[in-house]
């Protein structure tokens, strides 16, 4: 092994790490310290909001399957941004042939689309960029954050497509040994012992998941939590009863 | 607490310039507005960078008002940024809404275009985005860990400075809490939650709104918005009835007040008992008592349905004020506490009262909850129980104006578009002809009046007379298309600035009233059936 290929695993080694733990323990402080742990003192559901639990769980649903709230307000961004986030699901879905073996049918089914799939999202991608820049009432709100996430993944998508390529094409069998020995609960001792797991000696790769760890470093501390902020989001969250069942507020002992 | 000293003879030279730069920031000067052609169409304007920085609501300077109420008296308090920051971070800690809020924005930009301040005045700090980002720039320069660690610049933040409050000030008060914008937020954010943390926060430091909390004085130390004295009330109340004797000539139609032991407490605003056209609705909920045969009360001591608390999302106030009601509830031995045609009362005794003092189980188990006038009312139309003549409202073509409060607010009759239905019902029970507005201004879309949440003051004409303009463009594309010429209203404050913006705008006056005031026209008085 000489001095470069140690460095560029040592490097690999330590991106994921350090992305998925940052994520992972971001992730929970944000959701359980800041979103749970938080008091809502009032009941203060938005109408159309049902009486009963079942309503608003398919409230919720019909607002994170399809949008529905913002489907109500503005046609272009709804499509789109609907068609990017949609998208952007199936190609994690497709990505977890790296991870479970063996490879489900239905992830080996969404190989045949994945070129077109991914298109589709760079496409979307890019006219929500141009659209942050014309429209100008977001323009007006739309700081340099937005633009960088938005670019993030472009970048991620744009050397993931890179990859399908012959002249870029990693060596697959090092992809899933890299993923498998990651993977290995005694990988972080190893690493530390200066025997990182050997990545693929591909560029394109390395900048695809050097993208993809500082999106996940980058996501609990960015607008990105909406994702899970949405659930504790109260007015979509609360039954619309509040004359039939007293909602406590803890923080009023008077 | 700030030294009550008005002059600024201290040692502190510096906080005092503080205040007096404040002051001179946002010192009221009166604006006037022109009213824009009524075409029927609502169109979004192009932004303009600052056009309504200068509209200002005037500050409470009265010393008692302000002890009274707890608030620092003389203006900005020497340490603010301490006690700006102090507030907010209280406020973050007990407000799940307010830190999630503050947290998800992705700037999406669905809601730029959805309020109706923006929409009147083209000022973009009026979108619900840009004026919660005031707040979220705060938010980000001292609440999130990135923003201690790098300052302002690479959080998007913004430092505490005089001028920052200055913003939240005006663009603060150009918020009427209609929470249209979270109709279409993909993730439900309500900038009315915003709003009144931001207020809250304002009114720690020494900035104080003179309408709302004025009223708010008023409500927690005399019992109702006006200021009425107890016997003023029963004065006006009398008036009432005797008017009502003498229009309808029956000797027994009573408006009672202080009645022990009888059935419903009624409480309404106190705008209800003399203002115009207010108090048509006060002749209609006689009306409807008096046929129903239920004996009903109001109340000197709960005097008011309103509850100017909400707007500062000051839960102290708004708990001190909503208590009236209990106890006027528990001295009078009533059954049931019935609502008027008011529409954040109707929020805070449907949605918070609940949750302040548990149900009204001790009244009656059989009616543990605060009822809306319009679902007491619909109710007897159903069973029969008025005999209804519609042919006296023939000469109206009605549309009703959904009130931001209880479109968007919380159940009404246990169902989901109760809120809707039910006062339409009420209409077209005591109408013949009724025509909606075009659909992406009512119901839950619909359009604020454009003077709620303590904007309706005198100091606000600007973006009274502005934020009244999706609300008469569709008022008046109605009246085109469908020859509707009455608007039914069921909010004291729609009330008084539509009454005030109809002639504004060239429209007759008359043609805006209460639900109960067709139901008072309609009901045949005399007539026993069906009880």
Redesign the interface.
Known sequence: MTGITFIVNMYMNAIVYVGCAVFALGFIYKVYCEYYKTPQPLKIPQTPQSTNLSGVIMRMAGDVLFFRSLSKGTTFLFITGWIFHFTFLLMIVRHLRYFIHPVPELITALGGAAMLLAGVLLVSLILLVIRRVLDERTAYVTSFADYLVLLVIIGIVFTGMLMRSEVYRPDIIAVNRFVLELFDIRAPLHMLGMHPAVAPGNVVFMCHLSLVCFLLMYFPFSKLMHSAGYFFSPTRNMVNNPRDVRHVNPWDNS | MANDKTTDDSAQGDSNDANTRVQELIKYVKIKAKPVELTGEIKIP??KPNSFIDVKPQLLTALEPLERLGYPVGGLVPNWKEVFLKKMDEI??????V???L????????????CHYFIGTAD?NN?P??RA?LMRKVYRRYF???GKLLGSKYV?GSDLSEELLAMWYTYFYQCSEC?RC?????????TA?ITMAAREILNSVGLVQKYVHEIIDKAQNIGNNLGMQKNAIINALEFVQDELQETTEIPDIRVPIDEEGADVLFVTPSADFFASPHIESLYGYAKVFHQAGISWTMSTHASEGGNFGLFIHN?GHM?KINKRIWEAARQLKVKRVIGGECGHMWRVL???S???F??FDWLDSRF???QHICEFTLDLLKRGALKIDKTANDEFVVTMHDSCQV?????MG????G?FEIPRGVIRGVCNRYEDMPDNTI???TFCCGAGQGLLGDDMIATRVKGAIPRMQAYSYAKREKGVNFLALICAICKAQLSKMFPTYGIPMEEVGGIHQLVGRAIVLGAKEGI
């Open positions: 192009k932004i973050l800690k007990k407000y799940r809404s830190k999630l809020f947290n998800i924005c992705v700037r999406c930009g669905a809601c730029t275009d959805k973009p979108m985005v840009a980002e999130t860990w990135q998007n929470r979270s109709v279409f937020c993909p993730y439900g954010i309500d939650e839960y708990k449907s949605s918070y609940n949750t302040m548990g149900p543990p909850r605060p479109a968007r607010g919380l159940e246990g169902t989901k578009y809120q119901k839950e879309r």
